[in-house]
């Protein structure tokens, strides 16, 4: 069930375990429940964590903005991880978004789903996110749930991380560069796949032309090769040791181009590749038909790629 920030419960849920991060300065309290750090193996969940987590602290930064929801299927027993990552153009956006059918579908399958917020931009904020924060964010949120998540009856040894528009980006980053998980003490290799769903941002160059360079610029522009920098298709090499990856491959005659392209760069390099042909889908229609009864689009070929993904982890 999504928690939302309005409720008492989600508030105090949200303070017990920002207690178990990074604290910032300010008073604490002996009554909060630190979310659990442990590497230590566990078969089974343990009763009474908070599902809402603050998976890193940075001063002058909300709890919600550096956040991740755990949803847990009953009784979960070293069960396998899907990460959802969140759209929203850099911009907007919330991992609370377009969850319940795939928080159902995948459950239903025995996995748990943990979906994760990153800051966000916000032009003239003293503290808007701007390159490389969104990817520094979701690989700290990464190595929270590799570190945590066997108390909540996960196996952190088969990790999937999904995204979709900017979420898609921002998880080819992440996942095809090695950098940003290097940071925390892991590898692309730590995660067992990844399905960065629906974005021109494989090729920003290559797609500059469709409107989209504002709000990159507005994201990413700090960086000032930020078309190539973080444009997976350009940085990927052949010698690359990537996971194995799911796509989709919809929208214009150019779109199209570029989401094959970054699957072909991702196939050069070894890593198994799955297309789903979505061309009659919108780009809302990736995200929200996962999962949602009746789909026969998106649904069935992703499942399939994940049970195959955590069988061979």
Known sequence: MTRRWGTVLAGVLLAAAATACDPGPGPTTTTTRPAPTTTKPQACATAGLPTTVAYRSIPGVSANALSLDVHAPARACRAPVVLWVHGGGYHTGDKANQVRDKVARFNAEGWLFVSINYRLTVPGSATSAQFPDHYEDVAAAIAWVRRSIAAYGGDPARLALLGHSAGADIVANVADQPRYLAARGLAPSDLACIGP??????DKVASVGDG??????????????????????????????????????????????????????????????????????????????????????????????????????
């Open 197 to 202: 769903l629906d974005t021109e941002g494989f």
């Open 212 to 313: 989209e360079s504002a709000q990159w610029r507005s994201a990413l522009g700090n960086e000032p090769d930020y078309l190539t920098a973080t444009s997976a298709t350009r940085f990927i090499q052949r010698g690359d040791d990537l996971p194995d990856t799911i796509g989709v491959v919809r929208g214009t005659a150019g779109r199209r181009a570029i989401e094959q392209a970054y699957l072909d760069a991702v196939a050069a390099t070894g890593a198994r590749t799955v297309r789903i042909d979505a061309a009659g889908l919108t780009h809302q229609e990736v995200s929200t038909r996962i999962g949602a009864a009746g789909d026969t689009v998106m649904t069935p070929p992703l499942v399939a790629f994940l049970r195959t993904c955590f069988r061979a982890s």
